[in-house]
């Protein structure tokens, strides 16, 4: 059962946006009780940080992106969103939708979309 569906991602030229969106099945309950965040992988590196925003709201950046993204959720919806402007080339990369509870627990992936920013 896919639990975390990404949409949104496809080719733009640097300095341009786009924003991802995640949805949330109904399989995972509280969802308005987890932190909610995006992560990305580029080819040949491993999985990193870029965001996450608690059920308070509260936002966190990875130092690349600070600045340039803003990761926002809308819990009736069961959806989080990660706007990307001032897109760069070394932004390329499979991004990816997670899930937890504040404590770690239950965590949830994505199957990732993909973000190529060239000219």
């Known amino acids: 059962q896919v639990e975390l569906v990404e949409s949104g991602g496809g080719l733009v030229q640097p300095g341009g946006s786009l924003r991802l969106s995640c949805e949330v099945s109904?399989?995972?309950?509280?969802?308005?009780?987890?932190?909610m965040g995006w992560y990305r992988q580029a080819p040949g590196k491993q999985r990193e940080f870029v965001a996450a925003i608690t059920a308070r709201d509260y936002a966190d950046y990875s130092d690349s992106v600070k600045g340039r993204f803003t990761i926002s959720r809308d819990n009736a919806k069961r959806m989080v969103y990660l706007q990307m402007n001032s897109l760069k080339h070394e932004d390329t990369a499979v991004y990816y939708c997670?899930?937890?509870?504040?404590?770690?627990?239950?965590?949830?992936w994505g199957q990732g979309t993909q973000v190529t920013v060239s000219s």
């Open positions: 997670n899930t937890h509870t504040p404590q770690g627990e239950n965590d949830r």
């Open positions: 109904e399989s995972i309950p509280s969802l308005h009780m987890y932190v």
